[in-house]
């Protein structure tokens, strides 16, 4: 869908829509649905714990979840990125072997992880928890981990025979089916652990179905580990980055666990995870599109391509973040409550904080592609680990002393320091990001009487926040459109996004003239 976008506006005429290109479009139009449905899944959850089990339940849940989170990477060892790195365009036997020898790895480690989750599972309910009551519900994390290391590798088996229609409809399944259990044992009041137990069992169910398909495309083997050490040469590297970046998003959670209590886990949590989703939604579909689109671009020798990708993915992303950040923190109150209860109040004090750290990390994320295609590697974990660093230092300092606004105000900073860091780097390799800063202003502008209207409207309840959110969009299109901050090639495509998207797959035609038309 957003490629699609992109694709029609780079100012480069002569790109022609292949075949490959609009497979390219499809493929990354299902993937990008399918990683909404998942994002919706997590968000869905907050109002079914919030409200049935409340914020010390939803709290220790979370807690589980980023424990879980923590011990992935070292229970998958980044197999699934090996998988989409070295399975494609192998013959059938070659194929059996990799997904056979590394299937014993990945149940190796993770049982391994599971047995560490077991052999702690006291010092995490005392420390973390503050209560041995939760116990049984650590254990049964570690079979959880087990089960959902291995589904995960499974169904990115799938992806990397490029079989995107099913594994996007897979992932859409299974966060239908993860939502639709939870629901059920919680209402029949099996509580967290009935709710953990329900997700372990859609684990097993989905693992099953996903290697008896696996048997009937090509079968398994007595593995012989012929290609282990290349496949674990390119995905154990991968683990610092991923720990990195859970540092970053998880581990204040930890750290307010242990000064605060659980409660106070899931009150920051549930906030958290609003405020992502509210420029989330907008900002992770074109995160999904850009890295395959400026990677063929640059593969092309078409580093000017390349470069205007990242520029307009940049742009288009700002033009919904920033006045949804100004939107959401005026509405925070009103939401909030819709979604959880009143306990979760007192959470209203991180929000403007995390959608302002979140539209630096995206920023961010979209920028740091130029290092992906300079192969600076290195430079990215570098970066990721000195911000990883800065969030615990930063975290330890902060909470104990000002509580949730702390852990908000940490990831602030982290995020603010990653994006400069990225930002400094494309400088001195000579690969200019041309950030267009007159679009910004003007964005600001527009977002900011979008807010007074807002504000004067004064919404109190859900119907009043769909109204003033409805009558704020209008103001802030109107605005950008009158200002020229987007010309008329630019709306009518991003007035597509939501209201024609097959525009993206069969406008071959159209997306040639929008390219001519770009700019004038």
């Given at each position: ?177 993860s939502i639709l259990v939870v629901i059920i044992m919680i209402m029949l009041k099996y509580g967290i652990f009935g709710a953990l137990l329900s997700v372990t069992v859609m684990n097993v169910v989905f693992l099953v179905l996903y290697l008896i398909l696996i048997l ?305």
């Amino acid at each position: 869908m957003l490629l699609g976008l992109f694709l029609s506006v780079i100012k480069h005429d002569f790109i022609p829509m292949k075949d490959i290109y609009k497979k390219l479009v499809k493929n990354t139009i299902f993937v990008g649905f399918a990683d909404l449905a998942v994002k919706l899944k997590y968000f869905i959850f907050i109002p079914i714990f919030s409200k049935l089990i409340g914020a010390t339940g939803f709290g220790v849940w979370v807690q589980i979840m980023v424990t879980v989170n923590m011990l992935l990477p070292l229970a998958i060892l980044g197999t699934d990125a090996s998988f989409m790195r070295f399975l494609p365009g192998k013959d059938k036997a070659s194929i059996r072997e990799d997904v056979s020898s590394m299937s014993i790895i990945v149940l190796v480690f993770s049982l391994l992880s599971g047995l560490a989750i077991f052999a702690f599972s006291k010092f995490l309910c005392v420390n973390f928890l503050k209560s041995v009551e939760y116990i049984d519900l650590v254990r049964l994390s570690a079979v959880f981990l087990t089960t959902f290391s291995l589904k995960e590798l499974f169904i990115k088996y799938f992806r990397a025979m490029n079989k995107i229609l099913l594994y996007s409809l897979f992932l859409v399944i299974e966060s239908f089916v993860s939502i639709l259990v939870v629901i059920i044992m919680i209402m029949l009041k099996y509580g967290i652990f009935g709710a953990l137990l329900s997700v372990t069992v859609m684990n097993v169910v989905f693992l099953v179905l996903y290697l008896i398909l696996i048997l009937r495309d090509v079968g398994f083997c007595r593995p012989k580990f012929l290609n282990i050490r290349s496949y674990l040469h390119y995905s154990v590297p991968l683990i610092p980055m991923m720990w990195f970046l859970w540092v970053s998003n998880s581990f204040d959670r930890y750290l307010i666990g242990y000064f605060l209590g659980p409660k106070e886990v899931g009150i920051y949590a549930a906030c958290y995870s609003i405020s992502y989703f509210a420029v989330g939604i907008f900002a992770s579909p074109i995160l999904v599109v850009v890295a395959p689109m400026v990677t063929m671009f640059w593969n092309e020798n078409d580093k000017e391509a390349a470069r205007e990708v990242i520029n307009r993915s940049i742009k288009f992303a700002l033009f919904f973040m920033i006045p949804s950040i100004l939107a959401f923190t005026l509405l925070a109150k009103p939401i909030i409550l819709l979604i959880t209860t009143p306990d979760f109040i007192k959470g209203i004090i991180i929000v403007p904080f995390i959608l302002m750290g979140y539209l630096f990390y995206i920023v961010g994320a979209l920028t740091e592609n130029v290092t992906l295609l300079f192969k600076r590697t290195r430079v990215s974990l570098a970066m990721y680990g000195v911000s990883a660093l800065l969030n615990i230092f930063l975290n330890i300092l902060l909470i104990p002393r000002i509580g949730l606004l702390g852990a908000a105000i940490s990831t602030f900073i982290t995020f603010l320091v990653l994006m400069l860091a990225i930002i400094i780097f494309t400088i001195r390799i000579k690969f200019f990001i041309g950030y267009d800063y007159i679009f910004i202003f003007k964005s600001v502008f527009a977002s900011f009487i979008m807010a007074l209207f807002i504000f004067f409207f004064k919404p109190d309840s859900a119907l009043q926040s769909i109204q003033a959110v409805f009558i704020g969009v209008v103001v802030y299109i109107l605005i950008m459109v009158l200002s020229k901050g987007i010309n008329k090639t630019e709306f009518n495509y991003i007035r597509d996004i939501f209201f024609n998207w097959t525009v993206a797959i069969n406008g071959g035609s159209d997306a040639k003239k929008t390219t001519e038309s770009f700019g004038k």
